[in-house]
């Protein structure tokens, strides 16, 4: 197989920000709980104008640049999302016709907070298999759609974001190993119940709130640590690796109790996690999108250096790869 890497990033993130402080005017919630329950401080909010394809959009342009290709080079956009524009057609369609990436096939994927994980894996074999050569694998999310803002349990949680890549043949190093995994009995833990064909849209569905993320968070807590941790040992493994050689950890950032305690059971000290969610918040598969291109571009990840993405979501799903940046 020939070595298949990371050629470009990008990353977009909408200009309203909503601080704990806003989210006290909200909901009986306080700055201190937040922070201490979740590590968050604050999330970006898109305005209503904006949707996924709209955050994508500009997350992929800059990948674009910073790959340094024309869109008419695509030859597959991949899009991990599960806040699309609408059932269909697809964000990836939107995100095509909007760049001129007349030559690209287009397909989105469901994997929830794992999703870019999953779209950059996936992304891998057609480059790998030789199938294409650049490939665009973008996570968007506009959670704040989904969220009931009325639940203290979950609307302090979420955000909006986006985060691009160019998947390409490189010379050497790039994605070294990857692990991906499911366990469809435990999707009850966090869920969307409503706006599918098992319950379409109705009055009584909206005055339900069946539309609103549902989830169990305690559970999903201890289930997240075990599996992340797991999940990134297993990739390391079939790399050759241990957590020893690892310079940059970059988990989903779902909380930062869990980004440490996965830490901890892997032997990583803190300074090897990148952690951005104070930012942030979960912005399900657009945090470990812009996670990564935060860590890259702020010079935390260098040349050479042994990268490993980590994700977990509702599913369950996850996916964990080892990159040699
Ligand atoms: N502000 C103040 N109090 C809140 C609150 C908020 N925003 N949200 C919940 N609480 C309260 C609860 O009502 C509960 O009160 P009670 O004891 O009177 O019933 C108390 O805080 C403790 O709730 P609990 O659910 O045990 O808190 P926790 O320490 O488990 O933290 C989460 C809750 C959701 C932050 C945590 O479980 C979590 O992050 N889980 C994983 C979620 C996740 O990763 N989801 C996405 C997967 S990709």
């Known amino acids: 197989m020939k070595p298949v890497g990371i050629i470009g990033l990008g990353h977009y993130v909408p200009q309203k920000v909503l601080t704990n402080k806003d989210m006290e005017k909200m909901v009986d919630t306080s700055d201190e709980w937040i922070t201490t329950r979740t590590g968050i401080k604050e999330r970006h909010i898109a305005s209503k104008y904006e949707a996924a394809s709209d955050l994508a959009i500009n997350a992929a342009q800059e990948a674009l640049k910073d790959a340094g ?181 970059i988990p989903h950032q779902a909380n930062i109790r869990i980004l440490l305690a996965v830490a901890k059971r892997l032997g990583l000290d803190t300074e090897r996690i990148f952690m951005n969610i104070e930012k942030y918040g979960n912005m399900s598969s657009a945090s470990t999108a812009v996670a990564f291109y935060e860590a890259v571009k702020s010079g935390r990840v260098k040349k050479g250096d042994i990268v490993v993405l980590d994700a977990f979501g509702a599913g369950l799903v996850w996916g964990a790869c080892v990159i040699k940046w």
């Open 69 to 249: 290709i024309k869109p008419e080079s695509l030859e597959l956009i991949i899009c991990a999302t599960v806040t699309g524009d609408m059932p269909f057609p697809s964000v990836s369609c939107l995100v095509q016709k909007a760049i001129g990436a007349q030559n690209a096939a287009c397909f989105d994927i469901s994997a929830a907070c794992a999703g870019y994980v999953y779209g950059l894996i996936t992304a891998k074999q057609f480059v790998a298999s030789g199938t294409y050569k650049n490939v665009l694998v973008i996570g968007t999310e506009k959670l704040t759609s989904v969220v009931d803002w009325q639940d203290r349990n979950t609307c302090v949680l979420f955000g909006d974001g986006a985060g691009a890549c160019v998947v390409a043949p490189v010379k050497e190093g790039g994605i070294l190993s990857t692990c991906l995994g499911s366990d469809g009995s435990m999707g009850g833990l966090l869920m969307i119940p409503a706006g599918g064909s098992r319950n379409p849209a109705t009055h009584e569905t909206v005055d339900e709130k069946m539309h609103y993320i549902k989830m169990r968070g305690n559970e999903l807590f201890k289930l997240a640590v075990k599996i992340m941790a797991d999940a990134a040992n297993s990739a390391l493994k079939q790399a050759g690796l241990d957590c020893k050689d690892v310079d940059c950890f």
